[in-house]
């Protein structure tokens, strides 16, 4: 797994504004430790935008309770850094909450936005590396990627999550040819002039389709897509939202996005 320290970036690179945008629906049991992980990377111009969809759970007070701890030392420090809550009034899908969370980031001035599972899943350690890859290649998408040389999944993985998570990403590249190895992965940076040129609005991915569908957008308008090798862990607690529905729409998804050149 490639890791970078904040220290090893030039110092102009770590004031960059990256907003993390992390999507809840009740994952009270895992949040703490993960903005923990977070706002402990270093960043100087690092945010956090927790998206919550009304989960039962409470893990939307807890954000907040959360932001209002972290902003406080934030601003003793003097540090520019700030966390913030977007409460949704329903659960509706994985793409829309990010469509609103990354469409938040953009009107709140970031210029790079990072997608994280809030599961613990997504190494935060590699962070670092997935900005000083993009600023220093000028590639508008970096990817944290199982699939490419040095990338991993947990050991703990059952044979059948294996063998559906290879097969997905087999599928989507011999229907859409994108290239990227990894193109079901949900650990993604964006350059904010990709997400504004792909009109967040127009995305039609409401589950984890979202995530083949903005990077074949992204490829089919000639964006620089580069990938970094990460280890990807089973979730610290709680239970996986993969449905048979959320299969479904992925199965067919890539179909549609062929046959309509990907533009609504």
């Known amino acids: ?75 003793e420090s ?6 913030n809550v977007l409460h949704r009034a329903e659960k509706d899908g994985l793409g829309r ?13 970031a210029q790079y936005v990072v997608q994280m599972d809030a599961d ?13 890859a993009a600023l220093a290649t000028g590639a508008d998408v970096v990817t944290g990627s199982r699939y490419v040389s040095g990338g991993s999944v947990d050991a ?3 044979w059948r999550r294996k063998a559906l998570s290879a097969f997905a990403n087999f599928y989507v590249n011999r229907i859409l040819r994108t290239r990227i190895r990894d193109v079901t992965s949900g650990f993604n940076l964006w350059h904010r002039a990709t997400l ?19 990077k074949y957008r992204a490829s089919q308008d000639d964006r620089v897509l580069l990938e970094i090798p990460i280890h990807f862990v089973e979730r610290a607690a709680g239970s996986s939202k993969m449905t048979l529905a959320v299969q479904l729409e992925s199965a067919w998804r890539p179909w549609r996005l062929l046959f309509t050149r990907s533009r609504p």
């Open 156 to 158: 703990d993985w059952s």
């Open 196 to 214: 504004e040129a792909l009109d967040l609005k127009t995305i039609k991915g409401s589950s984890y389709s979202f995530q083949v569908e903005m």
């Open 1 to 75: 797994m490639t890791e970078t320290s904040p220290t090893e970036l030039p110092a102009a690179w770590r004031s960059t504004a990256i907003t993390v945008v992390i999507p809840t629906y009740n994952e009270a049991d895992n949040l703490p430790a993960v903005i923990a992980a977070v706002t402990g990377i270093g960043l100087d111009g690092l945010s956090i935008l927790v998206v919550d969809d009304n989960s039962p759970d409470g893990t939307g007070k807890l954000a907040d309770e959360l932001a209002e701890g972290y902003n406080k030392t934030q601003a």
């Open 120 to 132: 613990g899943s997504h190494p935060y350690t590699a962070i670092p590396a997935m900005l000083g």
């Open 97 to 109: 909450a990010y469509i609103a969370g990354m469409t938040q980031a953009l009107e709140d001035g």
């Open 78 to 83: 003097d540090r520019p850094g700030r966390m």
